[in-house]
Nanobody, 127 residues
Framework: QVQLVESGGGLVQAGGSLRLSCAAS????????MGWFRQAPGKKRDFVAA????????TYADSVKGRFTISRDNAVNTVYLKMNSLKPEDTAVYYC????????????????????WGQGTQVTVSS
């Protein structure tokens, strides 16, 4: 069992930046592939980005590619999502998740393959 706690959300103007953090209650290295998802009001939860256990492989949704960067620091059990050039359509609750499958360089995109979820952090981008 692992608990995930997101932080770093807030209100930002369009074009601004935020960095989200996801702290795990136990070691993340060699245990979990990690991902970020988001859910806007009245919409389904969408994939944003994922990173492998080793941190060596990552992937992004087309809507955030080139603007967002996912990274992890296994020494402090934390995964990050750096968000640049934010747009109003990025407004959502952002969730981090951990998946117990795959090898060191495997990435997980499907939300049903994630085992643990955080409580979410609100990101609001004003125009």
């Amino acid at each position: 069992q692992v608990q995930l706690v997101e932080s770093g959300g807030g209100l930002v103007q369009a074009g601004g930046s935020l960095r989200l953090s996801c702290a795990a209650s136990r070691r993340t290295s060699s245990d979990y592939a990690m991902g970020w998802f988001r859910q806007a009001p009245g919409k389904k939860r969408d994939f944003v980005a994922a990173v492998s256990r080793s941190g060596g492989t990552s992937t992004y949704a087309d809507s955030v590619k080139g603007r967002f960067t996912i990274s992890r620091d296994n020494a402090v059990n934390t995964v990050y999502l750096k968000m640049n050039s934010l747009k109003p359509e990025d407004t959502a609750v952002y969730y981090c998740a951990a998946a117990v499958l795959g090898g060191d360089n495997s990435i997980v995109v499907a939300d049903w393959e994630y085992n643990y979820w955080g409580q979410g952090t609100q990101v609001t981008v004003s125009s």
